[in-house]
């Protein structure tokens, strides 16, 4: 098995690509092993000394090392060897019984503006959603309230020195180009 690495926008966060599909549907994301507890991969992963946290997307796995501990040239290997032998040995990604369907529970808007959120929604997943997955992240939807978007930065673009720029200079331009009320993007 081959598994490319790339380099993400965030220091901290390394893409990891298997060469097969990680998750076939939505994505899953620990912070914590606590977290990591409902996938066997994350599991495997937050073994490994210094890793902070874990992003599974369609065909890729970004993973972030703690601040201050050892530099990639020390976890990479260990994070290369994990990921090698969880697919290896057959175990699944998550475990039996985790449902990773987006948590669409959590949003807020009013529904009045239901057509601004639809529009909203619908520029994520064509235009923002599959940009940001280039790069080991992705960015959810979470709520809209008096021209103001709120979203939540995931895998490589949670914590990302960029991020800011990302959803200032490109995700909020694009909005504004598309939907004049919007007046505002902001990370939750």
Known sequence: MFI????????????????????????FEARDAEAAARSPLAQRLFDVPG???VYFGHDFISVTKAEGGDGWPQVKPAVLGAIME??????????????VAEESDDEFYDEADA????????????????????DGG???????KEGVVYLEMKGAC???????????????NLFRHFLPDVREVQAV
């Open 4 to 27: 490319q690495t790339e380099a993400t926008p965030n220091p901290a966060t390394l893409k990891f690509l298997p060469g097969r599909v990680v998750l076939p549907e939505a994505t």
């Open 51 to 53: 890793v902070a946290g």
């Open 86 to 99: 969880h697919f290896q040995s057959g175990a699944p990604v998550l475990a039996e019984g985790v449902s």
């Open 115 to 134: 057509d601004t959120v639809a529009t909203i929604k619908d520029l994520l997943e064509t235009r923002v959603r599959p940009a940001v997955a280039g």
């Open 138 to 144: 992705d960015i959810t939807f979470r709520g809209y």
């Open 158 to 172: 949670s914590g990302c020195p960029s991020s800011t720029a990302t959803l200032r200079h490109g995700v909020q």
